[in-house]
Each structure stands twice: as structure tokens, then as C-alpha cells.
């Protein structure tokens, strides 16, 4: 029971994008189309299931004043992995999202969980958690480019949807585009989670 | 000429905040006072050119030589979180009230993707060291430029009514985007 609540709070109650404002970057970044944000996605969430794994199983034996390090290098490698196998059986995609994939280094999300979660948690929670919140990074990056492919270029995931008379908005494909899809998302949830609260 | 076009593309047409979306999170975080902002600003464009002549000369003294580029992820971010440590200690023991204005915001720039993005782009656009060093002063300032510019507006948005569900972060990213419809007036320029 307990593992199954680790599991669904990052859907939406602690939503790492739009209710804790983590991995701003790569949200904004990649959206510009379903297929990207699903690169990313894949990427994010393998990086995070592999460190917090070897964050939790080693978390006894690294001393507490190089554990931020410790972490950093532990990311690193698994997006070093990430990054070359993209380029290596996906080459389009890798051009496409560019520096973004090695920039998973820095994403808030997965030294946050390392640091307020793996390092304190048995293996088999962590991996619940990771998942958890690889799904709600998933969610977040889904909605965002959804809204932001559809309304820019009349396609979802390359599939047409909107008919001929449908004038693409240009501007959600551009950088202007990204953060108001971003910033009405998170006015969305916040009125949301509020009005559940209340 | 080049070296200018450089200066100028990453100070105001590829943006860092407003186009490439690097170090989303300060911009966001400390944007709501001005002074802090300012100090936020400089603290990244020290360390970003500091962190960008490293890294040059890391990869291509250490990496390229020995066929070690897969190292390249682990190395920089290595080299920018024990250099944010030197600078600071450095700073802390030669100019204290530097230390003062910008202490607090050294630890946080470990984790901006912004110093470990200028590194990758310098790779990734092929740059020698002078370029590399002109384009991640331009792309520092221009992330000052915008933190400053979002702190001004984020103080007047203080008496402004907004909605409840939508202040902090939802309020300041429509304002970002309306920032980043502006900027595009200077895609014109080089």
C-alpha cells in the first residue's frame, strides 16, 4: 500500500513540473513536438530509475559531505548512456533534442529525488518513486506538447488533426509559445489542486 | 567582426533564458527583487566564462587528444562544481564585500543549466577559445539582461491584481513569454 502511494504522488499531488516547478528546461525545450517530449521522456526516466537505484543501494556507504558528488557523478554516467545510445540507434532525434539530453545532468527532478528521496529509502521504494515520477515528468511533457504541436502546426505526433482550414499558430512552436502553454498549465493545476482542497 | 556577431547573437538573439531555456530555475527563483537579480546576474556571467575557458581547454587539451570525448558530460560537470567551490573560497578570502553580494548565489549556480549548457553549445558550435570565451560572456550578460528585466517587472507585478491560482511561477512564465515575443524583434539584427 505504502509503495503504491510512493508510486502515484508524482501523477499529479506532487506533479514535479507544474506543482513543484522542477525541470523547467527541458519542458520548454523539447515540447515543440509529441515525438520529441517522448525522447526526452524515455531519457529522463531511464536516467532516474538507474541513479536512484545506485543511489539507494550505495546510500550507507557514501560519507554525507560528498553525497551531492557522489550523486552527480552517478547522473552523469547514466546520461553519458542515455546520450550515447540515442545518438548511436536514434540519430534524428538525438540532432533534434540537441544539448538538451546531456543537460538531464542538471534536471532539478532527478538530483531533487536523489537528494530528498533515494538517499533515504530501501531500493524498492525508490524505484516506485522514480517511476512515479518519471510518469507525472511524462504527463506534464505530454500536455505541454500536445497543446503546443496541435495549435502550431495542426499535427499530433506528425499525425494531421485539424483540417485545411486550420491556420497554424506559429508562435507555439517558437520560444514565446512554450511559456505561456507552461505558465496557463501551471495556473490550470494550481486552480485545480485548490479547488479539490477546498 | 565574427567575434562580435558572436557577442551579440548570445547576448540578445539566442537569448539563453528567452530562447534556448537555460537556467529557467534562478530565472524564475530570484527574479523577484531587483538587487538580488543584479547580484544573480553577475555571479552567473563570472562563473559561465570562468567555466567555459576551463572546460575549452579541458576537452580539447585532455578529451580530443586521448579519444575521451564520451567524458565530456562527466568532466564539465565535474570542472563547474569544483571551480563554483575555488571561486568561492577565493572570493571569501581576497574581496569579502564581493563575497557579501554574491556568496549565497554560488552554490546555486552548480545546478544552473545554463554554465554546463554554454559548455556543451561551445563544443557542439566548434568555437576556439577566444570565441568561446567572447560567447559565454555574451550568453551571461544576457541572462543578467533578462533575470534584471523579469526583477523590474516582477516589482510592479507586486500591485497588480492577479489572480491567486496564478502568481509566482504561473504569472512570471506568461510575462517570460511575452519577454521572449519582444526579443524576437532582434532576430532582424545580425
Redesign the interface.
Known sequence: MNLWKEFIKGWWKENPVFVM??G??PT??VTNSVRNAIGMIAAVAFVLLGSSIIVSLIRKMVPNQVRI?TF??VI??F??MA??YLAAYYPDLSRAL??YV??I????II?GRQEAFASKHGVLESIMDALGMSIGFGIALILMSTVREILGSGTWLGMKVLGHWFIPWQ?MI???????V???L??GF??VN?AFKG | MELLVIFISALLINNFVLHYFLGICPFIGVSNRLDSAISMGLAVTFVMSIAASASWLIYYLLLVPYHLEFLEIVSFILVIASLVQVVEMFIKKTSPPLYQALGIYLPLITTNCAILGVALLMVLKKYNFIESLVFSVGAGLGFALAIVIMAGIREELEFADVPETLKGAGITLIVAGILALAFMGFSGLV
Not at chain 1, 517558437?174 to 505561456?180: E, K
Open positions: 516547478v522542477l523547467t528546461c520548454l525545450a558528488a552527480i557523478v552523469a554516467t546520461v553519458t546520450d550515447r540537441g544539448p546531456p543537460l545532468v542538471v534536471n532539478c538530483l508562435v517558437l520560444p514565446a509559445g512554450a511559456f505561456f507552461f505558465g496557463f501551471v495556473w494550481n486552480a485548490k
